[in-house]
């Protein structure tokens, strides 16, 4: 993206400056950022100089079916220079939570950086599109979310995802998705989209991303399901310090136990940490001081796609669909185990009728042959 | 007895399992036992007590490497006897598993009626050969195959993530078919069941067929023999389609 074309728009760094910021903060938070968007020590430079030298990016972060807890996520990343420069200083253009301006003022900010910016804006998406009754589940000033996607991802340069409703549907997507919830991947297909899932995502995960493709211009190496590699290529159980208790065999019963005391493993407990990609276990939370593991309780999978539907909270086992809440596939497994051992009992006892003759000719030519051994 | 006159029929010794395919059967069922006894222990495992530190025991570590272990000689075995479908004898041909002529689904259900429903024809009991797998039977294992087929995809997709070698890394696109480790663990879980529901008829079966029919079922995994009446070579009564044959092949 060639960012120098956008008229007198001031450097990230000469934003931090006004801001009162101290070189020396400004050095520590790109030191930050080189190393949670997993580069090498040698890219803090090449990080440093985009944040000096290229304007500040514009961006439109719009607000569909969601809680929020994205942006709350975002406001709250460790350093403050994440939030002040990519929130404050990134030219939010619009942003329904966190814009001073409303109603027709908004509206007009959102058209003039559509217009100003066209093909050069960023468009971050915070939370599905209702498509069930035409879109009436979220509109705003008098648009479907579908109608304003659509008009605003026209013009935008790439898509940022957040978190797991504009990923993958979360919540509002779960069974039986009354008002059609949809992620943005599958409504835009012809812009770059990078997912960036969770409930919410991590702060400093979500500014890694801004920060990539503001340094390189691209969005940075994505997955298979769409996710920034950087941060999504390990499982949270591959990275979690209660590992070694997994390995032990050594496992949480229940929540009140001599062992969850002793910090084991919270696999037994239902933890999907061996089914989730996410940073939690290495980035952490609230500037790196705990996260759900750490704090007594099984990860619930909420940057994994379905994860409503496609398990229970608190237990490994998932309800078998169709078969009620409480039938999972060890339950069905035992019971169709039962009906096969009956299915077989009742064949075996059946052959004996059925089969008589042929197998009473068998006995006898047996024993006959008995007989003449004998003789 | 001289009076009964009873036929007594000269048997005749056909060697019908080769010594791989037996190979192949009994490591077969050796790794499958193993792999699902670990299974179910990966999927919830034992509540220890133990006062010793995590890092003096590997308890779920051993049924995880066991897991893996047993899972790569399945997969290897398994690759093996889709090799040996081509290259065994009749009995072991491919041709026993797929159903590809009119006549394999004219034998499953004769095999249905006969052995399933024991229905009578003429108020007598009906016999059937097949020296081999029946056709019902050929069916089953070809599903079974495709059971094999999914736990080696999904197994190898939730472990490619962990390996740095490049034969588990080929499934490492497997999650994302179904969005995620999550379903692909389930569908690992939910498909072992079909191997014990397998197990428990396929023993019985070969149990029924030695009962019913004397020719060494159960003995034939075991030497690859199998006897059959003098009279059958005679009428070429027996149902085992032979690949060999092209004027079987309709």
């Given amino acids: 993206m060639d960012n120098d074309i956008i008229p007198k728009q001031p450097t990230y760094y000469e934003e931090v400056e006004r801001k009162g910021y101290s070189r020396r903060d400004f050095v520590k938070f790109v030191s930050l950022m080189t190393a949670f968007i997993g580069l090498e020590q040698s890219a803090i430079g090449q990080v440093a100089k985009a944040m000096q030298t290229k304007p500040r990016m514009p961006v439109i972060w719009l607000h569909f079916q969601e809680c929020t807890c994205c942006s709350e996520s975002f406001i709250r990343s460790s350093h403050p220079i994440v939030a002040d420069i990519l929130l404050d200083k990134i030219s939010l253009d619009y942003s329904e939570t966190l814009m001073a301006a409303s109603g027709t003022q908004a509206e007009a900010a959102l058209k003039n950086t559509m217009t100003k910016y066209k093909g050069q804006y960023i468009l971050c998406v915070e939370g599905s599109v209702p498509m069930g009754a035409d879109g009436v589940y979220c509109m705003i000033g008098g648009k479907t979310s579908f109608q304003i996607l659509n008009e605003v991802a026209e013009g935008a340069a790439a898509i940022i995802a957040w978190g797991s409703c504009a990923s993958n549907g979360c919540v509002q997507s779960a069974k039986p998705n009354p008002t059609k919830a949809t992620p943005i991947h599958k409504l835009i297909t012809n812009k770059p989209i990078v997912k960036v899932p969770g409930c919410p995502p991590i702060g400093e995960v979500m500014a890694g991303v801004i920060v990539h493709y503001l340094t390189f211009g691209v969005i940075p190496e994505l997955d298979r399901l769409g996710r920034p590699k950087a941060f999504y290529n390990k499982r949270v159980h591959d990275t979690c310090y209660r590992r070694p208790f997994y390995d032990a065999g050594l496992f949480v019963e229940s929540f009140d136990d001599e062992n969850a005391k002793n910090g084991y493993c919270l696999y037994k407990m239902g933890c999907k940490g061996p089914t989730t990609y996410n940073a939690c276990g290495v980035t952490k939370w609230n500037g790196g001081t705990s996260f759900p593991i750490q704090a007594g309780h099984p990860c619930i999978g ?74 | 007895m001289a009076n009964k006159y009873l036929h007594i029929p000269r048997l005749r010794r056909v060697y019908v399992w080769e010594l791989p395919v037996r190979f192949y059967h009994w490591l077969n069922a050796l790794v499958i036992l193993v792999l699902i006894i670990t299974g179910f222990y990966i999927s919830n495992p034992l509540g220890l007590l133990s006062h010793h530190d995590a890092s003096h025991q590997y308890t779920m570590g051993w049924f995880r490497y066991l897991h893996f272990a047993a899972a790569y000689l399945f997969f290897f075995n398994f690759i093996f006897r889709l090799y040996w479908g081509f290259v065994g004898n009749k009995f072991a041909n491919w041709k026993q598993f797929i159903p590809t002529s009119k006549r394999f689904f004219k034998e499953m259900w004769l095999v249905f009626k006969i052995d399933i429903l024991m229905l009578k024809k003429d108020g007598k009991e009906q016999d059937h050969l ?121």
């Fill in chain 1, 302 to 375: 909420c940057s994994e796609e379905n994860f409503w539907d496609n398990g229970r909270l608190y237990d490994r086992a998932s309800a078998f669909a169709g078969f009620g809440i409480e039938a999972d596939a060890d339950t069905l497994g035992k019971v169709a185990l039962g009906v096969t051992l009956g299915a077989v009992a009742v064949h075996a006892v059946a052959t004996n009728f059925g089969k008589s003759k042929t197998i009473h000719d068998h006995m006898e030519e047996g024993n006959e042959s008995e007989h003449e051994l004998e003789s």
């Fill in chain 2, 130 to 250: 097949s020296i081999g797998h029946n056709a019902m039977a050929g069916f089953i294992y070809f599903l079974t195959f495709i059971a094999f087929l999914v736990q080696c995809i999904t197994g190898f997709g939730l472990y490619a993530g962990m390996s740095s070698w490049w034969l588990p890394k080929l499934f490492s696109w497997v999650p994302s078919v179904f969005g995620g480790d999550i379903l692909t663990r389930q569908i690992h879980h939910w498909s072992m069941w079909f191997f014990i529901l397998f197990a428990v008829v396929h023993v019985y079966l070969v149990f029924y067929h030695d009962y019913v029919e004397g020719r060494g079922e159960i003995s034939g995994m075991g030497g690859g023999f199998k006897f059959i009446e003098e009279e059958m070579f005679e009428k070429n009564a027996h149902q085992t389609p032979n690949p060999e044959r092209e004027d079987e092949k309709k």
